[in-house]
C-alpha cells in the first residue's frame, strides 16, 4: 500500500508564501532534467531509439498493401513514430525515474515539503514530456519531408492524440513504478506494454490489415486511440464518431490508470 504524509497539507484554497505549484514544479523539473542528462541509458532510450525504430517500419511498409487500406508509407510511419516516442521517452524513461527516485527516498523527502503528491509526480515527468513534445514535432517534419507527406487535414485531431498520449504514458510509468522492486526490474517491467503496444496498435501493422475480431481488440489497447488520432489528423478520414471514440477510449485508460497510482503507488521503497 501506499505510504500516507507524515505532515500536513495547506488548507485548501490557501497559497504557500513564496512559491506557487507551478514554480515548485518547475524547479523539480530542472533537477530532473539535470539528472536525466547524466543517465545515457536513458538519454539513448528517449532520443536515439524513437529515431531509429520509424526505419524499421519503412522497411516492414514495402512488405504491405496499404493503398488497399487507404494508407501509404507516411501514415504508417509517422503515427509509428509518435507511439515510440511516447513508449521509449515518456513510459520506459519514466518508470526508472520514478523507481529510482523512490529507492533513493527522494520522493519521501519530496512529500516532507510543500510539494503534493501531484506536484510531485508532474514535476518528475516533465522533462520527459517536453522530449517527446520536442522530438514528435521534429519526427512529424521529418517524415513530412522525407516521405513526401502532405500538411495534416485535421491537424487538431493530431494535437488532442500526442497530449493525451503523454498523460497517458505518465499515468502509466507511474502504475508500473509502483509494481517495480529497483531500478534494475525498471529495465524489464516496462516490455510488455511496450511489446503488446507496438505490435496491436498499430504502429507496425495497421489496424486495417488485421482480421476484424483481432482489430476490435486492439483498438482497445492504451496507446491505439493516441495513433489512431494522430493518423487521422493527417488523413483527414476519421469521422466524429469514430474520434470521439478514440478520446473516450483514451480518457477511459487515464482514469484507470490515476485510479491505480493512488492505490499502488509507492513513495517508500520497497522492502
Do not use: H
Request: glycine residues 8%.
Amino acid at each position: 500500500m501506499s505510504a500516507t504524509r507524515t505532515t500536513p497539507r495547506p488548507a485548501p484554497g490557501t497559497k504557500t508564501e513564496g512559491t506557487t505549484p507551478v514554480s515548485r514544479m518547475t524547479a523539480l523539473a530542472r533537477a530532473e532534467l539535470t539528472l536525466l542528462g547524466r543517465n545515457r541509458g536513458a538519454l539513448v532510450a528517449a532520443l536515439f531509439v524513437p529515431i531509429v525504430m520509424p526505419v524499421s517500419v519503412r522497411s516492414a511498409a514495402q512488405e504491405m498493401d496499404l493503398a488497399g487500406a487507404g494508407l501509404d508509407a507516411g501514415t504508417l510511419v509517422l503515427p509509428a513514430a509518435v507511439g515510440f516516442s511516447l513508449l521509449f521517452a515518456v513510459y520506459s524513461v519514466l518508470v526508472g525515474v520514478f523507481v529510482v527516485r523512490r529507492e533513493e527516498l527522494v520522493l519521501k523527502r519530496l512529500r516532507t515539503g510543500e510539494l503534493r503528491d501531484t506536484e510531485i509526480l508532474a514535476g518528475s515527468a516533465m522533462p520527459a514530456a517536453v522530449t517527446a513534445l520536442v522530438q514528435c514535432l521534429l519526427l512529424a517534419a521529418g517524415c513530412t519531408v522525407l516521405l513526401d507527406m502532405s500538411a495534416p487535414s485535421a491537424p487538431q485531431l493530431a494535437v488532442v492524440g500526442l497530449l493525451l498520449g503523454i498523460v497517458l504514458c505518465t499515468a502509466l510509468a507511474a502504475v508500473t513504478a509502483g509494481f517495480t522492486r529497483t531500478g534494475e526490474s525498471a529495465q524489464v517491467t516496462p516490455m510488455p506494454l511496450l511489446i503488446i503496444s507496438m505490435m496491436g496498435s498499430g504502429m507496425f501493422f495497421p489496424l486495417e490489415l488485421l482480421p476484424d475480431r483481432l482489430a476490435s481488440l486492439c483498438e482497445l489497447l492504451p496507446l491505439t486511440p493516441v495513433v489512431t488520432l494522430v493518423r487521422g489528423g493527417w488523413t483527414g478520414d476519421l469521422s466524429a464518431y469514430e474520434a470521439l471514440g478514440a478520446v473516450a477510449t483514451a480518457v477511459a485508460w487515464i482514469l484507470v490508470s490515476v485510479f491505480a497510482v493512488r492505490r499502488w503507488f509507492r513513495w517508500e521503497p520497497r522492502r
